[in-house]
């Protein structure tokens, strides 16, 4: 069984659409993240949920906005993509607040063309 | 100003030597440390975590923490060419989530 899992795996998409991306974690976990990490391999903190409750929004464009409907979920909806949000974007739980030994998908390469 | 530093590397080692990796962090408030092991295009998989200062070993991983010094290591014993990957080290101490180092590619030559 799969920990965090995040679908699509790929997205291709032109410039102005929207796109969404899904996260799902059985393991209990109360907090969930979402982390992008660039062609630089630099990995950095977007949203994080507890509970269902943002708790950290980084600076982020307004036309990325996540969702919670549960504490198993969060999914990321992308408004009017941009060449420059192309780059892999990571799911991840905890059990607590703080990031404390958090687990990751497998990542959703998304390319803007 | 970046609150944790790390080498990008790459590092490359022959088969079997002890390899040391290291990053530094600047906020005193950082209380728990981890390391990742990032296989290309796979998820960061969490490999050791310690919290505040001191030593912990995991198999051929140890895993140092000096908070005076704001310092993290992570040595691995008998590297295998399977240990090739990027290392992650990343830092937390509150609700923020976690601050990661950029990585260092590390390569094993058989």
């Known amino acids: 069984d799969t920990a965090v899992s995040q679908t699509p795996k790929y997205l291709v998409t032109q410039m102005g659409n929207d796109k969404s991306i899904k996260c799902e974690q059985n393991l209990g976990h109360d907090t969930m993240y979402w982390y992008k990490q660039d062609s630089k391999k630099f990995l950095k903190i977007m949203f994080s949920?507890?509970?269902?409750?943002?708790?950290i929004n980084e600076t982020v464009p307004n036309r990325f906005s996540p969702k919670s409907p549960d504490k198993a979920h969060l999914n990321l909806h992308i408004n009017s993509l941009e060449l420059g949000d192309s780059a892999v974007y990571f799911c991840?739980?905890?059990?607590?607040?703080?990031?404390?030994?958090?687990?990751f998908g497998q990542g959703t390469r998304l390319t803007v063309v | 100003q970046k609150e944790v530093e790390q080498d990008p590397g790459p590092l490359s080692v022959p088969e079997g030597a002890i390899v040391s990796l290291n990053c530094t962090y600047s906020?005193?408030?950082?209380?728990?440390f981890m390391w990742y092991r990032q296989y290309s295009r796979k998820g960061p998989e969490l490999l050791m975590y310690?919290?505040?200062?001191g030593n912990k070993e995991d198999g051929r991983f140890t895993a140092q923490v000096d908070k005076s010094s704001k310092y993290i290591s992570l040595f691995i014993r008998d590297s295998q060419p399977s240990d090739s990957a990027t290392y992650l080290c990343a830092s937390g101490g509150g609700a923020d989530g976690l601050t990661f180092g950029k990585g260092t590619h590390l390569i094993i030559q058989p």
């Open positions: 949920y507890n509970n269902k409750e943002l708790i």
């Open positions: 310690t919290y505040s200062s």
């Open positions: 906020n005193s408030a950082f209380q728990y």
């Open positions: 991840a739980s905890s059990l607590y607040r703080g990031g404390t030994e958090a687990f």
